[in-house]
């Protein structure tokens, strides 16, 4: 019998860093799997996990009130090593003896540490050398008297106790931030502590996950049929070629072109898709771009549009299904940051409120079992097994492309005339960003249709036309963003390009507002 690629795990407890995903991501990058799971999670559960070892998360309360997260006690009783970050290290510190305060200067950014070379979890920093790191810092209080059974081992100018270790337990504490890429060998520090320190041997790879999840899907269905909504995104496109290389044409894809789609986009699928691509699957394309578009005729409210659009995909969605004789499953591109994202929303602990649940009503609708093969990974792991499966770089990174399309790019009321222009606006810029090697610098880039009447001439003539909005962005997580510094001289070239290739464009202007205040999406 082959190794659960699972059995070797570790427990992340979260107290509500913004980085706790971040932590999780970097250990599964160093071939461990493991989980998130909330600071108040039942001890039985805590128990019934069996990690090999336990991170504790950063968090944004101060140990120095009582009434705020404590470690629990059943992850003391699992007798595991333990690894508390931040908020982690100063709740293992005050909860074993030592002694937290507030500190008079709050430190954040970046901060050089000091680590002692013989320190058994961190000695080998430097090629062993130990000395100084550069380190991401982001705290207010600090431990000022670390519990009598541990040594410290690391110190900065003002925190003089920024790492500790109680070596016979295997308990470690540090107040920086490896899972955060300006933590320098912060991937080796993750990777010291889940490989050598807790025993996991590396077994999260792209291919196992992979075997992994093709094994669940035949479990999981067995013989019977199962529908999927491609969208042609980095997800569903994953989620399609999983479930093809596990049940072949037991499979039914079904696309929609709801009108609203990127130029070519439809083709796009068609290609990659075709049952000749090494994958086995009945696709169906449903052209229902007038269904969509008569519903939005005369429609500007934004959410008015996205709720219309939401509602005609799950109406023809549901529809096409039924023509699918025998289907029991529903499969979904859900990945594991929406998991965890609807967990807290649950437990009413959710700092992140995101309004684009596109086809959320669909599995309750349809009355079908749901299978949903990404639910345990990250997006980058997403895009890691959809190269192994063979899927063409340029899907596996696209951008995102938002579920109402360009139904949200063209402000106020939508318009198939509207489309068409906007389609080749978008197709002109996103072409000259690939052929400028730009493409792949920036997390998004789309244009946007503004029907607001600008003067232009042409030849010898006054002509009114509307005018495209080009907005391109870097991000990490979307939630924040700053306007792409893209070249002076490529906006031009995009801009001269769209006014004269595409009538019924009259100025195209490039958006240089950050997220917050301005939003990602003009709508
Ligand atoms: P905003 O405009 O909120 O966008 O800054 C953040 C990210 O979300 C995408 N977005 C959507 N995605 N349905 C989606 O599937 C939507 O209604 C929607 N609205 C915005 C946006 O493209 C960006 O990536």
């Given at each position: 019998m082959s190794i659960d690629i699972h059995d070797q795990r570790l427990l992340i407890v979260d107290f509500g860093s913004q980085y706790t995903q971040l932590i999780a991501r970097r250990v599964r990058e160093v071939g461990v799997y493991c989980e998130i799971h909330p600071y108040d999670a039942p001890a039985a559960f805590i128990a019934e996990f069996r990690p090999r070892g336990v991170i504790l998360s950063g968090g944004p309360e101060t140990v120095t009130n009582t009434d705020t997260p404590r470690i629990?006690?059943?992850?003391?009783?699992?007798?595991?090593?333990?690894l508390g970050i931040c908020y982690g290290m100063q709740a293992m510190a005050e909860q074993l003896g030592g002694k937290v305060q507030a500190s008079d200067v709050?430190?954040?950014?970046?901060?050089?540490?000091?680590?002692?070379?013989?320190s058994e979890f961190l000695g080998m920093i430097n090629d062993g050398e130990g000395g100084e790191l550069?380190?991401?810092?982001?705290?207010?209080?600090?431990?000022?008297?670390?519990?009598?059974?541990?040594?410290?081992?690391?110190?900065?100018?003002?925190?003089?106790?920024?790492?500790?270790?109680?070596?016979?337990?295997?308990y470690f504490g540090v107040q920086f931030h490896p899972e955060v890429t300006h933590t320098q060998q912060g991937s080796?520090?993750?990777?010291?502590?889940?490989?050598?320190?807790?025993?996991?041997?590396?077994?999260?790879?792209?291919?196992?996950?992979?075997?992994?999840?093709?094994?669940?899907?035949?479990?999981?269905?067995?013989?019977?049929?199962?529908?999927?909504?491609?969208?042609?995104?980095?997800?569903s496109s994953v989620v399609a070629a999983l479930l093809s290389r596990a049940i072949g044409d037991q499979l039914t894809c079904v696309f929609v072109d709801n009108?609203?789609?990127?130029?070519?986009?439809?083709?796009?699928?068609?290609?990659?898709?075709?049952?000749?691509?090494?994958?086995?699957?009945?696709?169906v394309t449903v052209a229902a771009e007038d269904e969509f578009l008569d519903k939005l005729a005369g429609v500007e409210d934004p959410e008015a549009k996205r709720k219309i659009i939401g509602n005609t995909f799950i109406d023809v969605f549901d529809r096409e299904a039924h023509r699918i004789e025998g289907v029991s499953w529903l499969a979904q591109g859900t990945i594991y940051p929406d998991v965890i994202e609807s967990a807290a929303t649950q437990h009413g602990k959710a700092h992140v409120i995101k309004s684009h649940h596109n086809v959320g009503g669909l599995p309750k609708r349809m009355h079908l079992k749901l299978v949903e093969p990404l639910r345990e990974l990250f997006k980058d792991e997403v895009r890691k097994i959809g190269l192994h499966l063979g899927l063409p770089r340029e899907l596996v990174y696209r951008h995102p492309f938002p579920g109402p399309g360009l139904g949200v790019r063209i402000l106020g009321q939508v318009s198939r005339i509207q489309a068409d222009v906007l389609r080749e606006?978008?197709?002109?810029?996103?072409e000259e960003l690939k052929a400028a090697n730009l493409y792949d610098t920036v997390s998004q880039a789309f244009a946007v249709y503004l029907p607001v009447k600008s003067v232009g001439v042409v030849g010898d003539a006054r002509r009114y036309a509307d005018v495209i909005a080009l907005r391109a962005v870097e991000t990490v997580d979307f939630m924040t963003a700053r306007s792409a510094h893209l070249p002076y001289d490529f906006i031009e070239r995009v801009a001269n390009r769209i006014i004269n290739e595409?009538?019924?464009v009259s100025r195209v202007v490039y958006d240089v507002s950050s997220k917050p205040p301005a939003t990602i999406e003009w709508e």
């Open positions: 629990p006690q059943a992850v003391f009783d699992l007798g595991v090593p333990i709050h430190e954040f950014g970046h901060a050089l540490v000091e680590i002692e070379s013989d550069s380190v991401w810092m982001s705290h207010g209080d600090k431990v000022v008297e670390a519990p009598s059974e541990f040594r410290v081992t690391a110190k900065t100018e003002s925190a003089p106790i920024a790492a500790m270790e109680w070596t016979s337990r295997r080796d520090i993750l990777k010291r502590f889940a490989r050598d320190i807790c025993g996991c041997e590396g077994l999260w790879t792209a291919a196992s996950i992979v075997e992994d999840a093709i094994a669940k899907i035949r479990e999981t269905v067995g013989a019977e049929k199962v529908v999927l909504g491609l969208s042609g995104g980095v997800d009108g609203l789609l990127r130029k070519n986009e439809r083709e796009e699928v068609e290609r990659n898709f075709a049952p000749t691509n090494a994958l086995s699957l009945n696709l606006a978008d197709a002109i810029f996103l595409i009538q019924g």
